[in-house]
């Protein structure tokens, strides 16, 4: 019978984990892949009808002024590189391509600089830069697609999520294939 590494020795690697099975759906690698082996819409293709109807369009409005998802979209707009509250394009983009990968590995790195290029004709008012409350609002946006139901828990799971995405935790040889 093998033997237990003590306690000390298993606690070196933080685990993460996700608690809310909704959000872990959506980041997981084989989501879309099971769901086409299955003759279903690939996740991203998948939406919630009810989720336009008035009320919801409401509570989804006053989402994006809970503290706990203002907080959560300051830790993430914290994470790019800024100059006076400002991100420039390259760095916009840099991290686009990271929650890209994230959320849909399967899609070719040329479709995804494009969709960058594309949402950020969309967020930005300026050619070169973005600031960090146009950032917000597309990464409030970004989780408003995503999340399936107007649950805050939801939408701070889908955020939080993103978090080590962005430091770097996530493969970035993917992302920089593109460079």
């Known amino acids: 019978m093998a033997e237990l590494a003590p306690e ?17 759906l959506v980041f997981n690698p084989w989501r879309d892949r099971v769901a086409e082996m299955d003759g279903k819409l690939v996740y991203a293709e998948d939406g919630n009808l009810s989720m336009d109807n008035e009320k ?25 590189t800024q100059v006076d509250g400002m991100i420039g394009k390259d760095e916009y983009v840099r991290n686009y391509l990271r929650i890209f990968q994230a959320l849909q590995p399967d899609v070719p790195t040329a479709e995804a600089q494009q969709e960058a290029e594309e949402d950020w004709r969309s967020d930005s008012t300026d050619h070169n830069f973005i600031s960090q409350q146009q950032l917000a609002r597309s990464l409030f946006e970004l989780a408003d697609l995503w999340c399936k139901s107007v649950d805050v828990n939801e939408y701070l799971a889908f955020l939080d999520t993103l978090v080590p995405k962005l430091r770097g935790g996530y493969p970035v040889q993917a992302v920089q294939q593109t460079q």
Do not use: C, I
Not at 56 to 80: C, F, I, Q, W
């Open 56 to 80: 919801n369009s409401k509570m989804r409005t006053e989402l994006r002024s809970h503290p706990a998802v203002e907080d959560a979209l300051g830790r993430l707009t914290s994470l790019y």
């Open 8 to 24: 000390s020795a298993r606690m070196t690697q933080p685990q993460l984990y996700m608690t809310n099975l909704q959000t872990a």
